[in-house]
């Protein structure tokens, strides 16, 4: 009987990378193991007043190395050397400036502290103004550039945060080869790349955000950018028209990062790809199902047959690119800026008191201390949840908008703001907080109307990640908005899963990854259901939130 196989899934989220080590022939989970980044945790390069997030590469060699060495640890060695792939996958769009050799330019001595030098997180805003100038120019062309991507820039996306960071640094511009994606460029490092020309660039990175499309045989052409600004002649001149799947082989692990990860030398190294679009794979998606991966933000996936698709072109979302989920698909992406990061910030806001006072006050005699105020304040949304779901339904509670982060789908504005509208003296924080978490599920709904309007069905939801796993209150009440099941996958890690997956197929396990999806899924464990009771009085708090929401729009953002 043959040896299992085995592959690592590694997934770069906002805060921490995770490392999975997963049996090819079963899914099961063998090790795992995570890493928060040094840097980010300390706040470093990021100015959250401007909207800039940066994280520096080397919390990312740092994550990957301390991760896979510590699922490698006290391993069997047989195990280890029937370890034959590893893929990866990452927030995005999160690009880099890189030099010839493709490496980035904070890790190069001149530019070692310096943000612009840095990855540009998802979430970082600063390029707003530029994304309103490409949704600008792309009108003046009588080919519609930006129709693979809803119609409308975003500035979470590559040529935005690029033109911006050129804009405002000379240094870079000086110095800078090309922009290479997060999910790229790590591949392209673990396999000893050292010529930026030869980075293999992922369909679903230069698909979904910078607008490379198979009916424009790549790119817009070059006139379209250097029309739209001359800085950026040097990138799109050197960017390679050629994309690849995830399931492809970027090449094999180098010797010495096989010696420093402790892995064999012959791993295959998969294509990255970005976290939802994998964990999607690794949440077991079908066609028709919305594939939700709900952290801080959502990121949302669909995927159908492409002759089932074709000439249809989805307004105001996040791009749809074929083969950038499962090859011979189109995958469709949306999502919201914020979800997980609402409840956060509230959570924030009533913990303010027990970091700035509880733990300076002078009568607690030594009694209160650190780990005493992180329970209390771990506490804060568990007890939110429990309370919020014993309220009564009352059409008279605040309304809230989600927008506190901008809005991604439908139609892309970073520069709109969220807002609660309906407080009263009687408003406490449960009443609250319920408000916030019928926002974020009113924002999901207005994706799955989208999807509706333009003609695509959504026969169900599942869904992947903390929130999804952690707070059946959130979930039910989504369902309950929805008027449609959710389904919540067992796998505490999809992304990495579906990074591993892919990982098998890359490797050659696995012909196709619906075959690694149907051997190494790990299933569902819960379904919701709409409460039919509810269903009506979320519709009229439905039409609230839209009307809010147009208010808002229309009225305050100007």
Request: proline share 4%.
């Amino acid at each position: 009987m043959a040896k299992p196989t085995f592959v690592i899934g590694v997934d770069y989220g906002t805060d921490s990378v995770r490392s999975i080590l997963v049996n090819t022939s079963n899914g099961e989970i063998v090790q795992s193991a995570v890493h928060h980044y040094a840097r980010w945790a300390k706040g470093l390069y990021c100015n959250p007043t401007l909207n800039q997030y940066r994280q520096h590469p080397q919390d990312y060699i740092d994550g990957f190395t301390i991760t896979i060495k510590a699922c490698l640890k006290n391993l069997d060695k047989d195990i280890v050397e029937q370890i034959v792939g590893l893929s990866i996958d990452t927030t995005g769009s999160s690009p880099v400036a890189v030099n010839k050799e493709g490496t980035p330019l904070a890790l190069v001595s001149k530019h070692a502290e310096n943000p612009n030098a840095m990855f540009v997180l998802w979430k970082d805003h600063t390029s707003a103004p530029e994304a309103q100038e490409i949704n600008d120019h792309a009108k003046k062309y009588p080919i519609n550039y930006l129709e693979f991507v809803g119609g409308i820039y975003s500035s979470e996306w590559y040529w935005a945060k690029l033109l911006h960071i050129l804009r405002v640094d000379k240094t870079i511009h000086e110095d800078l080869y090309t922009w290479v994606e997060h999910c790229d460029w790590i591949p392209f490092l673990l396999t000893g790349g050292k010529d930026a020309d030869k980075i293999k660039r992922g369909v679903c990175s230069a698909g979904h955000k910078a607008l490379w499309a198979e009916k424009f045989g790549g790119y817009p052409p070059t006139t379209f950018f250097t029309e739209l600004d001359p800085l950026l002649e040097k990138v799109i001149t050197n960017l390679s028209k050629e994309t690849y799947s995830a399931s492809t082989a970027v090449g094999v692990i180098t010797e010495s990062w096989a010696k420093e990860l402790g892995l064999p030398i012959t791993t295959v190294i998969g294509v990255g790809a970005f976290d939802a679009h994998m964990g999607a794979v690794g949440g077991q998606i079908e066609p028709y199902y919305l594939s939700k991966v709900m952290g801080t933000s959502t990121c949302d996936i669909l995927v159908a047959p492409i002759n089932e698709v074709d000439g249809k072109l989805i307004k105001g979302i996040c791009g749809q690119v074929n083969g950038s989920v499962i090859p011979g698909m189109v995958g469709l992406e949306a999502g919201q800026s914020a979800f997980g990061d609402i409840y956060a910030w509230f959570k924030n806001i009533l913990a303010w008191p027990l970091k700035s006072i509880l733990l300076n006050t002078t009568i607690n005699n030594g009694i209160v201390n650190e780990e005493l105020v992180a329970e209390l304040e771990d506490k804060i949304l568990i007890q939110l949840n429990e309370s919020a779901s014993k309220l009564p339904l009352d059409a008279n509670d605040p309304i809230a908008v989600d927008w506190m982060n901008g809005r991604r789908t439908p139609d892309a504005n970073q520069l709109l703001k969220g807002g609660i509208e309906g407080i009263s003296l009687a408003t406490n924080a449960p009443i609250l907080y319920k408000s916030l978490v019928e926002a974020t599920c009113f924002g999901a709904k207005a994706i799955v109307d989208r999807f509706l309007e333009e003609g695509i069905p959504i026969k169900g939801i599942i869904g992947l990640g903390g929130v999804a796993k952690k707070s059946p209150f959130i979930m039910q009440m989504m369902s309950d908005i929805m008027n449609m099941p959710i389904k919540i996958h067992k796998s505490e890690q999809t992304c990495a899963l579906g990074a591993a997956m892919f990982a098998a197929t890359a490797a050659g396990v696995y012909e196709k990854v619906e075959m690694a999806m149907e051997k190494m899924g790990q299933g569902f464990e819960i379904t919701y259901y709409p409460n039919k009771d509810r269903v009506d009085y979320y519709k009229e708090r439905y039409i609230k939130y839209i009307g809010f929401g147009k208010y808002i729009e229309q009225t305050i953002i100007k």
